[in-house]
């Protein structure tokens, strides 16, 4: 069974995207690891534009409703590693709200066990499948399950606002990972 289907079996959205990477499996799962979004200025733009409205509404009232530091991979939960092979991260809440509306998840036990009502849950896979000795195919999957009838009414509008921009995203990551690898060989 594919740790996807163990966090998410069941889930109203999803979009995958795939590259073939000259590169061991153990390499390419090494630079999913070690990636970080910092260095991308699309990415940059993209979550300073949806974020601009609650920062300025923190700047106006003196609140603080969203942390100071732009939303990244670091806001997910690592559920499971598999070595060499799969890395499952996830997320709960209500992510069309200004600060995301997201909730603490711990760890795996606390994400499969989570229910809050008008909630979402989301779940980021990436599985490198060996092709041959020399390369890999990196591939990932998002997945989102509302909880209830009240989040797939607040979630769907949004997830076909940010799905292009989104998916824009998940592909530049890839096409990074790609890149590192290449990096490494040299």
């Not at 090494?30 to 979550?47: E, M, P, W």
């Amino acid at each position: 069974m594919s740790i996807n289907n163990k966090y998410l079996p069941h889930y109203h959205f999803i979009e995958t995207h795939s590259i073939k990477i000259a590169a061991s499996q153990a390499d390419v799962m090494h630079a999913v690891l070690n990636y970080r979004g910092d260095d991308d200025a699309f990415f940059k733009f993209a979550i300073g534009l949806r974020e601009l409205p609650i920062r300025l509404l923190d700047k106006i009232t003196g609140q603080q409703r969203i942390s100071k530091q732009a939303f990244g991979l670091d806001n997910f939960t690592r559920l499971e590693h598999i070595e060499q092979q799969e890395l499952m991260m996830g997320l709960a809440g209500k992510f069309w709200q200004l600060n995301y509306g997201q909730q603490p998840i711990l760890d795996a036990t606390s994400f499969l066990a989570f229910s809050e009502s008008g909630s979402a849950k989301l779940t980021l896979h990436f599985w490198a499948e060996k092709i041959s000795d020399t390369h890999t195919e990196l591939t990932t999957e998002t997945r989102v399950f509302c909880v209830d009838q009240k989040a797939l009414s607040s979630f769907r509008p949004y997830w076909y606002l940010i799905r292009p921009v989104s998916g824009l995203i998940r592909k530049r990551i890839l096409m990074k990972i790609q890149k590192n690898c290449q990096v490494q060989d040299t």
